[in-house]
């Protein structure tokens, strides 16, 4: 969908910062940084500043409760669920659990047989093995009737999770949730696995806990918050780590990839996250899980290769299914929100699938699979400003089970509510008057000929690691003039050498290299861009990263 580029306007007038040069001034103001230290904060993340773990009400009491399964050697299980943000949690809380010397169980829940989320067979499964202690990861702040067998059954239940309560809170030992509303951590966008790290971190490892950081980075990556506040220090300090990760098998996925000296939040959500996800996709997460814990080489190379290959398959399946939905869209685009549903289509790739339309059709999506128990379940991806799980609550009287977050959530439930479900969602996009508009590519400042220079791209280059909530500058530029045209990479991506001023500037824009029948040499253009660096034969050189050209005649 064409987007409308449109410069973004500033509530408040530029501070005044004479240190900075004024296009950082106003790039940092857009994001709510006018003070010189919340400036130096961002700028410079620091470890330190990361806020006290017991600030959580609970934490102590699961603090204690650990240590004294630990000194009483009692069977201590984690309970997970099996996408990326809850692997990189479940190893991060195992490898904690194993330096202080114990050597836990685990359980992760199979996405086609069990779906998401606790479930009361498997309480009883760890029951029967002895378990005395469970400690839940991304998952658990809905299970009400798994806390109760919990207590009934006389095992000891810590929660740590950090998505929506959409009911009652379950009765358990301890609940550590930045979104609790009984509790009042100053920080509420925590991923699975930062609620995880943060309990690793209040049992005091003597810092061995900094060695985890990677995965952690890896999962707050992968599941989409915010990277501000600890977030931005998390992955910020996870990067340095993963540049010389002491686990094989992260190790045995870089090199997998091919990558050597990449340590970026691309490497982190577009590199190594779709690899861990597809075990729970395609098979089943666990093979992930083992991969993260390994401290066998052998072992790792071989389950590296496993993802890699169950990774190759996922993307088929997304790109099969994706076609289908895309089919069943054309029918109801009008509709403000949009539900598609296929008899056959794996449960593993649906969210990518939502995902994939939300933002092609700029607005929610929700994909269900129907299965032949009569039941159907789905995944849902939202937009900005439109809180899916609320919208899902809305409709929760034709639902079975549903949670999640404001941007991305799941449900199930039978298939003969499924057109009642959409009415209902529908009724509440009227509601909340969900207006749906042609997508904007909202800039963030337009660059000056005398703005492109390497102590601004510094500056930027600061700004990072770039994610949702913190993404990288969106540039205007007018007054480009064509210089050179070609194509690279077998013709897919746009190659130009352009004039802007008295800079000779290189830009390069991915997948547009059939826009090179369309522009000439000579010609003036205004390009939307990020600013960026390229390096080849050690040579290292500023470039425009294309979004989007208009041209000008």
């Known amino acids: 969908m064409k987007k409308n580029w449109k410069l973004k306007e500033l509530s408040i007038p530029l501070p005044e910062m004479p240190e900075y040069p004024s296009l950082i001034v106003r790039l940092l103001a857009l994001r709510g940084l006018t003070t010189p230290e919340v400036i130096r904060d961002y700028l410079n993340p620091d470890y330190a500043k990361l806020h006290d773990p017991f600030l959580f009400k609970d934490m102590q009491k699961a603090v204690q409760r650990i240590r004294t399964a630990v000194d009483k050697q009692e069977k201590i299980a984690i309970y997970a669920d099996y996408d990326t943000d809850a692997i990189t949690a479940c190893s991060v809380v195992y490898l904690g659990l194993k330096k202080l010397g114990i050597t836990s169980l685990y359980y992760i829940p199979d996405r086609f047989t069990e779906?998401?989320?606790?479930?009361?067979e498997a309480v009883r499964k760890l029951h029967e093995q002895g378990v005395k202690l469970i400690i839940t990861v991304d998952c658990g702040i809905n299970a009400v009737a798994e806390a109760e067998l919990c207590r009934e059954l006389g095992i000891d239940l810590i929660i740590t999770d950090h998505h929506e309560l959409t009911g009652e809170l379950p009765d358990a030992f301890a609940v550590i949730n930045p979104k609790n509303p009984a509790d009042e951590y100053p920080f509420q966008y925590l991923t699975g696995v930062g609620v995880a790290f943060k309990l690793i971190q209040?049992?005091?490892?003597?810092?061995?806990?900094?060695w985890l950081l990677d995965l952690v980075a890896?999962?707050?990556?992968?599941?989409?918050?915010d990277l501000v506040g600890e977030n931005r220090i998390l992955v910020s300090f996870g990067l340095k780590v993963l540049a010389k990760t002491r686990w094989p098998g992260v190790k045995a996925m870089l090199i997998n990839a091919g990558i050597t000296n990449r340590f970026d939040s691309f490497t982190?959500?577009?590199?190594?996250a779709p690899r861990i996800n597809a075990a729970g996709r395609i098979k089943h997460a666990e093979i992930a899980f083992k991969l993260l814990v390994t401290e066998n080489k052998d072992e790792a190379e071989y389950l590296a290769t496993e993802l890699n290959d169950l990774n190759r398959h996922r993307q088929m399946l997304t790109d099969q299914i994706l076609s289908e939905a895309r089919g069943q869209v054309q029918l109801i685009v009008e509709k403000k929100i949009l539900l598609v549903s296929g008899s056959d289509w794996p449960k593993g790739v649906v969210g990518l699938v939502a995902g994939k339309l939300s933002e092609e059709f700029n607005r929610p999506v929700l994909v269900a699979s129907a299965g032949s128990d009569g039941f159907a379940t789905g995944s849902a991806r939202s937009v900005a400003n439109f809180n899916i799980v609320d919208a899902m609550?809305?409709?929760?009287?034709?639902?079975?089970?549903?949670?999640?977050?404001?941007?991305a959530g799941g449900f199930t439930l039978k298939h003969s509510e499924l057109d009642n479900f959409y009415q209902k969602l529908l009724e509440y996009a009227e509601v909340q008057s969900l207006n749906?508009?042609?997508?904007?590519?909202?800039?963030?400042?337009e660059l000056a000929p005398a703005d492109l220079t390497w102590e601004n791209l510094g500056y930027i280059e600061k700004f990072a690691p770039f994610g949702f909530g913190n993404p990288k500058p969106k540039?205007?530029?007018?007054g480009f003039k064509i210089l050179d045209i070609r194509t690279v990479g077998e013709g897919k991506h746009l190659k130009l050498k352009l004039g802007f001023g008295m800079h000779d500037v290189e830009a390069i824009g991915f997948g547009q290299g059939a826009l090179s029948m369309s522009l000439r040499i000579g010609q003036n253009i205004s390009c939307a861009f990020e600013l960026t660096t390229n390096e080849w034969n050690g040579n290292k050189t500023m470039q425009l990263k294309i979004i989007g050209i208009k041209t000008n005649d």
């Open 218 to 225: 890896i999962g707050t990556v992968a599941d989409c918050q």
């Open 202 to 210: 209040a049992l005091n490892l003597n810092g061995y806990e900094k």
């Open 475 to 478: 540039l205007l530029g007018q």
């Open 115 to 120: 779906g998401y989320g606790m479930n009361t």
């Open 393 to 407: 609550g809305f409709a929760k009287q034709h639902l079975h089970k549903y949670g999640g977050h404001s941007q």
């Open 436 to 445: 749906i508009e042609s997508p904007v590519l909202d800039l963030d400042a």
């Open 268 to 272: 982190l959500g577009f590199i190594l």
